[in-house]
């Protein structure tokens, strides 16, 4: 990896676990919107170092901000979610990196799909074991769905739109295009 991808991996990782504990009431628990999420979708703008970095990210943000009272408890939450988040943006690179609109919210729909499925499997035994409550497996997955579905689908996919177009303006990436169909 070259050091300005570092950089970049090492920013994100950074902007991540900012994110996660200074939004962490609304960041774990049954009923959350992890905004910090939303840097999933640059894995689709950036590639391997968007990949690297929520991955990094999640597991500090998490160790530092889980709420089990248990250090046990919180180093499961950080290897079982940064192991999310790992697949779920690699995942969303390899359907929506380097491709338009439509192929980014594609990208967003399996990104939620393997956070919600991923963490809201994981959460429900969090809870129990922390808090001795017991919450079904699918109220479990439904309270990490729509949280998902506004980070990622809808912040995740706008900031992805929005930084690549901050990347490659309309006119450099005309040209682009017409140099390499010389």
Do not use: H
Not at 40 to 46: A, E, I, N, Q, R
Not at 72 to 83: E, R
Not at 158 to 172: D, H
């Amino acid at each position: 990896m070259k050091a300005r991808e570092l950089a970049l991996s090492a920013v994100l990782a950074a902007m991540y676990a900012a994110a996660v504990v200074l939004l962490s009431p609304v960041s774990f628990l049954p009923w959350q919107v992890r905004v910090a999420d939303a840097l999933l979708m640059l894995s689709t703008v950036l590639g391997w170092p968007a990949v690297i970095g929520v991955t990094v990210g999640c597991f500090v943000g998490n160790l530092l901000a889980a709420p089990w009272g248990s250090a046990f408890l919180a180093a499961v939450d950080a290897v079982l979610g940064s192991l999310a988040n790992l697949a779920a943006s690699y995942l969303g690179l390899k359907v929506g990196l380097g491709r338009g609109f439509w192929w980014k919210v594609a990208a967003a729909a399996v990104e939620v799909a393997v956070v919600s499925l991923v963490v809201g499997f994981y959460l429900k035994y969090l809870l129990l074991w922390a808090f001795s409550t017991d919450v079904p497996l699918w109220l479990s997955v439904a309270g990490v769905l729509p949280g998902s579905i506004v980070s990622i689908g809808v912040l995740g996919t706008g900031l992805a739109v929005l930084v690549e177009r901050r990347l490659r303006p309309a006119g450099v990436a005309s040209r682009l295009g017409a140099e390499e169909a010389k």
